[in-house]
Antibody, heavy 116, light 111 residues
Framework: QVQLVQSGSELRKPGASVKVSCKAS????????MNWVRQAPGQGLEWMGW????????TYAQGFTGRFVFSLDTAVNMAYLQISSLRADDTAIYYC?????????WGGGTTVTVSS | QSALTQPASVSGSPGQSVTISCSGT?????????VSWYQQHPGKAPKVLIY???NRPSGVSSRFSGSKSGNTASLTISGLQAEDEADYYC???????????FGGGSKLTVL
């Protein structure tokens, strides 16, 4: 079946980096772009952007440029989200979601906690 | 691009119908028929209920329906059930996928 499996929870100190992974299975990975969505504690969903899994070209939403990087490893059907110079307000659940072009399949989410 | 506007909370009794609105402008919702709706239970990932304003993915109950009028999209849940208690989000995506934007979310309480 089509599914997205994300990496486990992460705890980082302010200023550190984190890389979240999203492994796709059950479909041709390069036929669908991958979205990334953030949900801060008690808050709503926020679209971070997406990456074209065929070309590797990323598109970042406003507010997610600079410290956020989307990448791929198409050999193993993986999408990645890397966040650098972490701040306390990066604490959130990060979801990957297949682009169809609506978000039809979601990963289970990765909790990133930034705390000293 | 500003977030789309949803009521913070809605409520209804079992068996009733509720409608959740998602308001935008003539530049976003009014310009595109690419509105989707998502349901999120506490501690769970979102699940798509409606795409392209009115379409239901396979497996989604027919109690969920979507519509659009002018700059406002709506999700209607009929025959309300206790399991429908969740957060609901609208989302607009453009045909070029250069932009997606979510509504602020609506918490549905089943009384």
């Amino acid at each position: 079946q089509v599914q997205l499996v994300q990496s486990g929870s992460e705890l980082r100190k302010p200023g550190a980096s984190v890389k979240v992974s999203c492994k796709a299975s059950g479909y041709t990975f390069t036929r669908y772009a991958m979205n990334w969505v953030r949900q801060a504690p008690g808050q709503g969903l926020e679209w971070m952007g997406w990456i074209n899994t065929n070309t590797g070209n990323p598109t970042y939403a406003q507010g997610f440029t600079g410290r956020f990087v989307f990448s791929l490893d198409t050999a193993v059907n993986m999408a990645y989200l890397q966040i650098s110079s972490l701040r306390a307000d990066d604490t959130a659940i990060y979801y990957c979601a297949r682009n169809n072009p609506y978000m039809d399949v979601w990963g289970g989410g990765t909790t990133v906690t930034v705390s000293s | 691009q500003s977030a789309l506007t949803q009521p913070a909370s809605v409520s209804g009794s079992p068996g009733q119908s509720v409608t959740i609105s998602c308001s935008g402008t003539s530049s976003d919702i009014g310009a595109y028929n690419f509105v989707s709706w998502y349901q999120q239970h506490p501690g769970k990932a979102p699940k798509v209920l409606i795409y392209d304003v009115t379409n239901r993915p396979s497996g989604v109950s027919s109690r969920f329906s979507g519509s659009k009028s002018g700059n406002t999209a709506s999700l209607t849940i009929s025959g309300l059930q206790a399991e429908d208690e969740a957060d609901y989000y609208c989302c607009l995506y453009t045909s070029t996928n250069t932009l997606m934007v979510f509504g602020g979310g609506s918490k549905l309480t089943v009384l």
